[in-house]
T-cell receptor, first 116, second 109 residues
């Protein structure tokens, strides 16, 4: 498994501003993922972030709105840009440890974002 | 698009009772994972299934990968109050990773 931390754990932001969320892993991992969990909903994958390449975004998510950095194998950031109340969600990062061919992912504790 | 249908959406049970929840899809999945999410936390992996028909246990939890590869169930035996939370199935199909809608479990002591 992997130990994952996120900062901040929660924030309240004003409409039109941007927030950068940090994700730190205690070991080097190839694949990191960013998810959004809207209130009372399931998790939706925003993008996959691999070190040394551009992030791959899922349908409905664009780089201008959710720019992602992946400067090394233990760290990533997700920015929520030009926020509106509809962006109020929990944002979670996860990592794949690669022990198997498929996708055993381990999640951070999440960042709870409220946009006023 | 591909979807996972998870049921039931919520359950209210008495401590000691057994619980069963499942996920189904019209598509064939390569992997089924089951996660639990406590309030204010990220999901925690409970069980991973990789082969059709695979039956795996983790303590009081048992999960199976359906023979048709289109479904999976999770059973919890002799529930206890700390089983409270939201349980998600999570499947991989053609490189896409999809979460079910979640089953919210409440346990009355």
């Amino acid at each position: 498994s992997a130990v994952i931390s996120q900062k901040p754990s929660r924030d309240i932001c004003q409409r039109g501003t941007s927030l950068t969320i940090q994700c730190q892993v205690d070991s080097q991992v190839t694949m990191m993922f960013w998810y959004r969990q809207q209130p009372g909903q399931s998790l939706t994958l925003i993008a996959t972030a691999n070190q040394g390449s551009e992030a791959t975004y899922e349908s409905g998510f664009v780089i201008d709105k959710f720019p992602i950095s992946r400067p090394n194998l233990t760290f990533s950031t997700l920015t929520v840009s030009n926020m509106s109340p509809e962006d109020s969600s929990i944002y979670l990062c996860s990592v794949e440890t690669g022990r198997r061919s498929y996708n055993e992912q381990f999640f951070g504790p999440g960042t709870r974002l409220t946009v006023l | 698009g591909q979807q996972l249908n998870q049921s039931p959406q919520s359950m209210f049970i008495q401590e000691g009772e057994d619980v069963s929840m499942n996920c189904t899809s019209s598509s064939i999945f390569n992997t089924w994972l089951w996660y639990k999410q406590d309030p204010g936390e990220g999901p925690v992996l409970l069980i991973a299934l990789y082969k059709a028909g695979e039956l795996t246990s983790n303590g009081r939890l048992t999960a199976q990968f359906g023979i048709t590869r289109k479904d999976s169930f999770l059973n919890i035996s002799a529930s206890i109050p700390s089983d409270v939370g939201i349980y998600f199935c999570y499947g991989q199909i053609g490189g896409k990773l999809i979460f079910g809608q979640g089953t919210e479990l409440s346990v009355k002591p």
